[in-house]
Every structure is written in structure tokens, then in C-alpha cells.
């Protein structure tokens, strides 16, 4: 029986075939920096291994965020809202403001608004005013959002545990380090393309 061709599928089983798809799967005797470094149209400049890193950096990333993201979903909650929630958690009075909110989730502050929205809609979290700046907005976590982070806290820890249980404790510090020391590099500027003085391209 003939294989179906691409042509041959919907567009719902393109998309699917597509997700589903893994270059490392059809890599069976090379790494993926093996099979770049070979290709013909290499050339001596380019770093096989680091676009190999990167790759590998973000598909772990997709999959951590995957298994966070379908346990919380049990809990319906959202990840940036349980971040929120864990972030007024354990910062001093368990109230924080919301450009502060913005700056750790690495979000928008329109975006933080709608989030702080939906958690003060649930009485999770509270708006409040700063004593020392009334102009400045507070999110402080309620009665009832500190008992729902107690709820979810377990479950959470547990998944925590069970996606890093591959590494000893002392893999888990070096794993902290290189990718602290990837940070410090990024936000010094120094990963800026090369290719020229300004760190600008043509």
C-alpha cells in the first residue's frame, strides 16, 4: 500500500505531522551538531554545537513548561497566575506592586493588569493602595489565596521533584550556575551579533 504523500493530507494532519515532528528522530548514528558541522554548505565559522545548545535549551524549556502547565490545569489555574500568586507568596507582607509583578514574570504591565484582574475576580488577590505613594498600586494576596497556594503547593513541589529526580543535588547546583552564567553573559551585551563594531548587523 502506497504511503500517503503530503499532498495527500488535511490541513489538520499537516499541522499534526508537523508538531509531532523531531529532527533528532531521523539522527540515528549523529548528533544534530555532527550532522550541521558535515552538511556541504557548512563553513568553517559557523558553531554547530551552540545552535545544537540552543535548540536543546528551548525544546527542554517547551517540555518543563508542557508538564508545569498540564498539572496546573487540574488545579484551573493558569502558569502566570500561579507564578503571581507565588510571587506575593513569598515576598515580605504578600503584597507587591504591579510593575514589580511585571518586571519578575518578564511580562507586560497590561498584561500583569488582566491577570491581577482574574485572581482579584476569584478574591485570590486584593488591590491596595502603598502607604508611603498612594499613587502606587498594590496586589496583596488574600485569606483565600494563601490557603490556595497551600492547596496547589504540594502537587507543584511534587512535579518539581519528580522533572528534576535525573540529577544529584550537586548537578542540579552546577546545571544553576551555567545557566546563571548564560544570563550574566546575555544581559551584559557581550551576545551581540559580532558581525560588526556597534554590534549591529548590515
Known amino acids: 500500500m502506497n504511503q ?101 514574570l518578564g511580562v507586560t504591565r497590561p498584561h500583569v493588569t488582566g491577570i491581577v484582574d482574574s485572581l482579584e475576580h476569584e478574591g485570590l488577590v486584593e488591590r491596595i493602595a502603598h502607604t508611603d505613594d498612594r499613587r502606587v498600586t498594590l496586589a496583596h494576596l488574600t485569606d483565600k489565596g494563601i490557603e490556595r497556594v497551600k492547596e496547589i503547593g504540594p502537587s507543584y513541589n511534587a512535579l518539581l521533584a519528580e522533572m528534576f529526580s535525573p540529577f544529584s543535588e550537586e548537578e542540579k547546583e552546577q546545571l544553576l550556575a551555567l545557566l546563571y552564567r548564560l544570563r550574566q553573559h546575555l544581559a551584559s551585551g557581550d551576545a551581540a551579533d559580532p558581525c560588526t563594531e556597534d554590534g549591529t548587523s548590515d
Open 4 to 104: 500517503n504523500t503530503i499532498s495527500d493530507l488535511t490541513e489538520e494532519q499537516n499541522r499534526e505531522a508537523v508538531a509531532k515532528f523531531d529532527v533528532r528522530d531521523i539522527l540515528t548514528l549523529h548528533s544534530l551538531s555532527d550532522a550541521i558541522r558535515n552538511h556541504p554548505s557548512s563553513h568553517s565559522s559557523s558553531d554547530p554545537l551552540a545552535l545544537e545548545l540552543l535548540v536543546s535549551i528551548f525544546r527542554t524549556a517547551g517540555m518543563l513548561r508542557g508538564n508545569q502547565e498540564a498539572m496546573l490545569r487540574k488545579h484551573s489555574i493558569t502558569s502566570q497566575a500561579w507564578r503571581t500568586l507565588g510571587i506575593l507568596f513569598f515576598h515580605q507582607d504578600r503584597a507587591m506592586p504591579l510593575h514589580i509583578i511585571s518586571h519578575m
